[in-house]
């Protein structure tokens, strides 16, 4: 049975498009998050929220009683019983104790909206040069967690190696046992009307710059490259969305507030949003009367493959995003 009442669990970005949709449809939206940058947009937006607690996976599955307690102290007496609970990431987290607790008292729905880690990437055993650190990975991770996840909870955990990190994933059989699944065909498409209709009220922009990282992806490009191009950008009519966590310090160019979604400024832009590698790229290049635009080959990169892996997520949309081949024609599409 379906409740008037929705409590949204977003633990990341992406997560947030589930709350938006309901409120373009009108429904009653309460999110719930411990990410402080989301909690920021929603008190922008005047989201009603709940802030939850930050508890590592390790503690998840050391103490099940003391985090239960600490989820329940931060509901605050909320009737769950009335509420639909949305959940959209398989990488455990808060989110998925939720489908633990409460998928007996209430509905749970589990949006297909993210990439599926699961599905996506292989676990290499060896993904460290040190055989210690392999071996302490293998059993604190592999065999000690698991266990301790499903002896604790009941849940069902793999992991995958993902940039660096091994991240538990909730595997998707346990899901669909547990949960109600909605899944959607062209989510590039999904996502895109959902930003497109929400509002938000900020002014509108000629150029969305979303701003790279420099420090960050001078890892993998030339830094030299990266800042060239981005004073170039920065001498337009360009206003800056930073990532969120990052702190942008540009002096005497116009900025968003780094909490706001950079997909929802999309319709508040005339000209082009513009970026080195961003999925918000992909729902602009859906948009009719906007450029989308990536400057990833006018860059030097140190390592061909990362470059490759970026700009194959960027084709994935299906959108028309324009690569320009000089720093001439990159001028030409910011006029």
């Known amino acids: ?38 909690l920021k947009f929603c008190k922008f937006q005047k989201i009603p929220f709940i802030q939850g607690p930050i508890i590592s996976s390790s503690k998840c599955a050391r103490f099940p009683n003391k985090v239960k307690s600490l989820i329940l102290k931060s509901l605050n007496g909320l009737d769950i019983q009335k509420h639909n609970i949305h959940v959209t990431h398989k990488a455990f987290g808060l989110h998925s104790l939720f489908m633990v607790f409460f998928a007996k008292e209430t509905n749970v729905l589990f949006h297909k909206t993210e990439i599926d880690f ?17 071996l302490k990975h293998i059993i604190s991770f592999w ?18 190696y993902y940039l660096g990190t091994l991240i538990p994933i909730v595997k998707d059989k346990w899901i669909v046992e547990n949960t109600k699944i909605v899944d959607y065909n062209g989510k590039f498409e999904f996502f895109f009307d959902t930003y497109l209709n929400f509002s938000v009220n900020v002014p509108i922009c000629k150029n969305l710059f979303l701003f790279t990282d420099i420090n960050e992806m001078s890892n993998y490009v030339d830094k030299e490259s ?24 540009l002096d005497n160019v116009q900025q968003y507030p780094s909490f706001i979604p950079a997909e ?17 790229l992909g729902y602009a290049s859906f948009h ?29 949309s299906g959108g028309k995003i324009v690569f320009p081949q000089t720093l001439q024609e990159l001028d030409n599409l910011l006029r």
Not at 14 to 38: A, F, T
Not at 226 to 249: A, F, Q, S, W, Y
Request: charged share 25%; proline share 3%.
């Open 143 to 160: 065999f000690l967690q698991r266990f301790q996840f499903l002896l604790n909870y009941g849940l069902f955990i793999t992991y995958r």
């Open 118 to 134: 699961e599905k996506s990437f292989s676990v290499p055993f060896f993904p460290f040069q040190n055989l210690k650190t392999n």
């Open 1 to 38: 049975m379906q409740h008037d009442k929705n409590l949204c669990i977003c633990m990341g970005y992406e997560s947030l498009v589930i709350p938006l949709k309901l409120m373009n449809e009108g429904k009653e939206v309460l999110v719930y998050s411990n990410r402080r940058d989301i």
């Open 288 to 316: 009719e009367k906007i450029k989308s635009i990536s400057f990833i080959d006018l860059v030097k990169w140190s390592d061909i493959s990362k470059k490759n892996f970026f700009k194959d997520n960027l084709t994935k």
């Open 226 to 249: 990266l800042m060239k191009i981005h004073e170039l950008i920065i001498g337009h009519d360009v206003t800056v969305k930073g990532h969120p966590n990052r702190n942008v310090k």
């Open 264 to 280: 929802v400024l999309i319709a508040k832009t005339s000209n082009s949003v513009i970026g080195l590698s961003s999925t918000t």
